[in-house]
């Protein structure tokens, strides 16, 4: 079956620009996740959701980064006024149930220029 | 606040031999979860194998089996008779507490031929 989908899968913003980024969670999944990898390190946890609902927004670096997950399935994570730090890749992950294995999308790599 | 620390940036491994990945964490969960993920170049993120905390006996997938000794809580990773296409970053990541995975820095495993 599909795996996870991101799109778009390259974006570049120039700085002060509002961004989404896109999420397709493999159907089904209770669960979907975002992270935030910057170059050569670690993803790091930006939030989660479990169907509509944001259970934990904690790893969210500023007001300027929303997401959203409405009807349960896609889920959209906007950035606002885009920052030179804020360049990386933003990984999204599905997971069937709490505590299952999760499905990572390929990211969408942003770049604030 | 959960950590999980890869001491080495980066290994090396001649095609066929074996090679160990070392992973160290620290969490006051006393249920949690223990992950190796697998980050080929461009490519997605892909689960390697699991390990639950409470189950003694360390888990196997094929070639890959883990080390886990809890008191310690050290978690590395053997890969057996190693083979080009597992070249990649590998990610040790800990899921405790809540669904988010808390991931170390990764190691880059080059495969020589």
């Known amino acids: 079956g599909a795996g996870v989908s991101q799109s778009p899968r390259y974006k570049v913003a120039k700085r002060g620009q509002d961004v989404a980024l896109r999420c397709d969670p493999i159907s089904g999944h209770v669960s979907l996740f975002w992270y935030q990898q910057a170059l050569g390190q670690g993803p790091e946890f930006l939030t989660y959701f479990q169907n509509e609902a944001q259970l934990d927004k904690s790893g969210l670096p500023s007001d300027r980064f929303f997401a959203e997950r409405p009807e349960g399935s896609v889920s959209t994570l906007k950035i606002q006024r885009t920052q030179q730090e804020d360049s990386a890749v933003y990984l999204c992950?599905?997971?069937?149930?709490?505590?299952?294995?999760?499905?990572f999308g390929p990211g969408t790599r942003l770049t604030v220029t | 606040a959960q950590t999980v620390t890869q001491s080495q940036p980066e290994m090396s491994v001649q095609e066929a031999e074996t090679v160990t990945l070392s992973c160290t964490y620290d969490?006051?969960?006393?249920?949690?979860?223990l992950f190796w993920y697998k980050q080929p170049p461009s490519r997605q993120m892909i689960l390697v194998i699991r390990q639950e905390a409470y189950k003694q006996q360390n888990a196997t997938e094929n070639r890959f089996s883990v080390n886990f000794q809890k008191a310690a809580k050290s978690f590395s990773l053997k890969i057996s008779d190693s083979q080009l296409g597992d070249a990649a970053m590998y990610f040790c990541a800990l899921q405790g507490g809540s669904e988010k995975l808390v991931f170390g820095k990764g190691t880059k495993l080059t495969v020589n031929p």
């Open positions: 992950a599905s997971s069937r149930q709490k505590f299952y294995e999760q499905y």
């Open positions: 969490t006051s969960e006393s249920d949690y979860y």
